[in-house]
């Protein structure tokens, strides 16, 4: 009886043996990932980022002229961009804190205030002004506790920065007219394209609930009695 043998395949079909369980594994990822996609809510999918009140991280600092501003002071008046940037360069250099001197007028028009934070001294801020040739037109914080109790509790407040640790990280916030910032939860959440903002901001595009003119009041009937 002749011993049995395995048939021999082929190139190609070896190849179909391999591919095609890969390509069912892709296929099933990609129909679960369909569905989850189309199982998401349209609440879900298109909600408005969460926003909380910019008066929950308050703080008081000295400017580049020694006067203490208060964050609070502007909250309710003026729509506001927040910039936190790094103190242990010149400001002059930072690309945001630049653009927003050089474009100060034209985001006063569109009724947006701006403000820097940083932990450079009011000297440091002044000298940048001399080698940049130009004054900055809006306060730059020093974000300094005077009573030693938090190193930098502007940073703090907008979480910023860590307890025990000396990392600064960067961000820049907008704070509407109604003194309301996006946040993750209750965290302020800073935008990812800080220059990109500015640009929209000029384009008049950034509006808020408080931008809608409020609706006239309701005329008497021209048949109606006067009053007496």
């Known amino acids: 009886m002749p011993a049995s043998t395995s048939p021999v395949r ?32 349209p609440a879900t999918a298109g909600a408005p980022p969460a926003m909380v009140m910019a008066q929950s991280f308050p703080f008081s600092l000295a400017d580049q002229h020694r006067h203490v501003t208060r ?43 701006p403000l820097a934070v940083s932990t450079a001294s009011p000297f440091a801020i002044q ?36 307890p025990g640790s000396e990392t600064l990280r960067q961000g820049t916030f907008l704070i509407d007219r109604m003194g309301r910032v996006s946040a993750h939860g209750t965290t302020p959440r800073p935008v990812k394209d800080p220059q990109h903002v500015i640009d929209t901001i000029l384009r008049g595009e950034w509006k808020d609930d408080s931008d809608e003119p409020a609706p006239a009041p309701a005329s008497a009937p021209a048949d109606a009695p006067a009053a007496t």
């Open 71 to 113: 964050l609070q002071g502007y909250l309710g008046r003026t729509k506001l961009i927040l910039v936190f940037f790094d103190g242990t360069k010149p400001a002059h250099l930072d690309p945001v804190v630049a653009r927003l001197r050089d474009d100060y007028d034209r985001l006063k028009a569109a009724g947006v205030q």
């Open 10 to 41: 082929t190139p190609v079909q070896r190849y179909r043996i391999l591919v095609l369980p890969f390509a069912a594994i892709v296929i099933a990822s990609l129909v679960v990932w369909r569905m989850r996609i189309d199982g998401q809510s």
């Open 127 to 162: 000298k940048s002004e001399e080698l940049a040739g130009q004054r900055f037109p809006f306060p730059i914080l020093m974000d300094v506790d005077p009573n030693g109790l938090i190193p930098t509790p502007a940073h703090m407040a907008w979480s910023l920065a860590q």
